[in-house]
């Protein structure tokens, strides 16, 4: 299994092309939040940005916090959403501990990133990468 | 979800009106007519601009406008800015990128028209679900970077997904080209939104792009928009923008004898290698940024690193660099060192003034002192061509309007020289010159053009496109470069993208966001909005035949030899026949329809 992992943020250039592609491709959106990946910057504009995705932890708090198992633990690290079973009680939102689940202020569902690598090519400066973590570690290909 | 419907007819305004302290959201117009962000700033101003009051009265408005295509596709990244300039006192356009135009998306705007005057100094706060009206006083006389701090500390939700607009002393003391920050690196730069804004007691506005909209369904929008970020990423096409950014036309300008060095007393010099786009991108590119939607990234920021005490003592700074701003505080002040540039940059930028005009304004007032024509006790600093301290002081002393003469300055070059001498040398152009010394046919757009930007018809590409120096293919590639830049800021693309975004390509972008009918439309109203631009520019007082192109530009030598006086007079003749029969024609068109 791969996740998505943001690795050279150094080289950002906080186009939004990530987040944009997310919401585009995955969620059918135009927007800057409904995307499992968001960036911000990390103080201002003269001190670079940083991306709010999900790390793709195992176990997974916001899996044990979920009340309706409609997040499941995703082999390889990061959750399976089972939107059906979600009852939008934030918990998993809560529980994350980089913020990295967005509750949808519209639909009131979480937004999480789902680490399918859509957006990997729509950004300009290769900054993310989706690598293996099948052995419960990060392996470069 | 969605806020605005795709094929909304109309346009979704919010109006501000800091008098009441209340905004209302309106139904504006006819979106296959007006298009959207020139069209729709233009037809806003027309029916809210009051043309018998002063440009920083109250009521007058200062309206933001973004386009149908504006955060769907890339580089659809822009905001047209329209106000009656405290310049000019005509109807005026300005454009900025960072992230706002993405921000009036997402907070569900297509326009925002603020009206009133703020009881003390103020920040507006809108998106999708806010509009507030903050009592900011203490930031009354904080500079530009210090306010963006400030509001970035008030306001803390929503990082990354919003705009922070705000001015500078510059806007609050209404210099006549004060500027308006947009995101630290973008500006409304040219003919004074800022003052507008100061006139307003309004010191920041924060929009926030808090909500999302629904896509076309089908494959055609998600295939259109992958080929367009392909086009835009990895063929050449955009590679000027992101290498060494504009900052590389000074080189091959300065050999083209086209750069206006020392006010321009001259078109060439032997430092120009020491400030251009190659100097700064070894020794000064710190990184490179982008508006909100460009993967391009073709703001380039350099590091300005300052020695402050003995012992090693540093601290730095990152000003961000183009060929505009380094020809106004590099080639046109005698500054050659790319260090120096960058810092009397970042003190503009401090001020919240327009660089260009600050720039060509301190050169002018640098040969009047040379020449007896003010004393020092005018400009309270020794200014000498090549001497960055002195004019780091004398921009502060433009942005606090210390002095009468600093006062008059900061109405613009000319006003300072009828009242003191020395118009023959003032290197202004409808507005202070952009950094072309080309020849005739720059000189005419930039001083007869809409915006008297170089951007409005570039004149600098004729000029070295076309020695042959024929009149009438001058002005139809004035009118007919207008009207596709006209088109471009109706969408509101990056005008960068002009290459990718053809007419044809701009009608299939239309259709696949469920516009058919401004898709069809876009021709003939892109034409009806370049007119109707103009009728707005003589209604509200525009006489070009007041207009003067001053002696200094029939002084200059360029590539091609000796400026041609005939042909400069001619052709400026003649785009102003042709820019007042298309008002005329705009005003046929209304008085048809209001029959």
Known sequence: MKALRPTRMERCIGCYSCSLACARLVHNSLSWHRAGIRIRSAGGLSTGFEAQVCLACDPAPCVAACPTDAFGQRRGGGVKVKRETCIRCGACAEACPVDAVYMDLETGYPVVCIHCGRCVSFCPHACLEMVDTTNGKDTDE | ?595
Request: hydrophobic share 40%.
């Open chain 2, 1 to 595: 979800m969605g806020k605005i419907p795709m094929n909304s007819e109309t346009f979704k305004v919010l109006m501000v009106d800091l008098d009441r302290q209340k905004g209302d959201l309106i139904d504006f117009g006819n979106a296959k007519e007006m298009l959207g962000g020139s069209g729709l700033g233009a037809a806003l101003y027309a029916a809210y601009s009051q043309p018998d009051l002063p440009a920083n009265h109250p009521d007058q408005p200062l309206i933001f406008a973004i386009g149908p295509l504006t955060a769907y596709f890339p580089l659809m990244s822009k905001v047209v800015l329209t106000f009656k300039s405290p310049y000019h006192e005509q109807f005026a356009e300005s454009h900025a990128g960072g992230r706002l135009a993405m921000a009036m998306r997402f907070a569900g705007y297509d326009g925002v028209v603020i009206r009133g005057i703020a009881k003390t100094p103020a920040c507006l706060i809108i998106g999708g679900r806010t509009l507030e009206i903050v009592d900011v006083h203490y930031l009354w006389g904080q500079d530009v970077l210090a306010t963006g701090k400030w509001l970035r500390r008030i306001h803390r939700s929503h990082s990354g997904h919003r705009s922070i607009l705000r001015i500078g002393p510059a806007g609050e003391k209404q210099v006549a080209f004060a500027g308006i920050n947009v995101d630290t690196y973008r500006h409304f730069g040219r003919l004074g939104g800022g003052a507008i804004m100061g006139a307003k007691n309004l010191k920041g506005i924060i929009v926030i792009g808090d909500t999302n909209l629904e896509l076309p369904r089908g494959k055609d929008y998600q295939k259109l928009y992958k080929t367009i970020y392909q086009e835009m990423t990895q063929s050449d096409v955009m590679r000027k923008y992101h290498d060494l950014g504009t900052a590389e036309n000074m080189i091959p300008l300065n050999e083209m004898h086209a750069v206006p060095w020392r006010n321009m007393q001259a078109t060439r010099d032997d430092a120009a290698a020491e400030i251009s786009g190659e100097k700064f991108a070894q020794e000064l590119l710190l990184r490179k940024t982008a508006c909100a939607g460009c993967p391009v990234g073709c703001i380039h920021v350099g590091l300005l690193r300052e020695n402050f005490a003995d012992d090693h003592e540093y601290l730095y700074r990152q000003v961000s660099y183009d060929h505009e701003p380094i020809f106004a505080a590099g080639s046109m002040l005698g500054v050659t060192r790319a260090g120096n540039v960058l810092m009397l940059l970042e003190e503009m930028e401090r001020q919240g003034i327009d660089v260009i005009s600050a720039g060509v304004g301190l050169a002018w007032a640098t040969e009047a002192l040379a020449g007896g024509v003010i004393a020092e006790k005018e400009t309270l600093v020794p200014l000498r061509f090549g001497n960055a301290e002195g004019y780091r002081q004398a921009v502060r002393h433009l942005g606090n309007r210390t002095n009468e003469f600093y006062y008059l300055l900061g109405q613009g070059t000319l006003t300072a020289a009828k009242a003191y001498g020395g118009e023959e040398f003032a290197c202004v152009l409808g507005q202070e010159m952009a950094g072309y010394a080309t020849g005739e046919a720059f000189f005419v757009s930039q001083a007869y053009g809409l915006r008297h930007s170089h951007l409005d018809s570039a004149g600098y590409s004729f000029d070295q496109k076309s020695p042959n120096k024929d009149l009438w293919a001058a002005v139809e590639f004035f009118l007919e470069e207008e009207r596709r830049r006209v088109q471009l800021t109706c969408m509101v693309s990056c005008l960068f993208a002009r290459n990718v975004y053809t007419q044809e390509r701009l009608q299939e972008c239309l259709s696949v966001v469920g516009r058919e009918q401004a898709a069809v439309s876009l021709p003939a109203q892109t034409k009806r909005v370049q007119a109707e631009r103009w009728r707005l520019k003589f209604a509200s007082g525009h006489d070009p035949t007041q207009i003067k192109i001053p002696k200094r530009f029939s002084e200059i030598t360029t590539w091609q030899g000796p400026i041609d006086q005939d042909f400069l007079n001619q052709l400026a003749h003649g785009y102003q026949e042709a820019v007042r029969e298309l008002a005329q024609s705009a005003e046929f068109q209304r008085s048809v329809q209001a029959r």
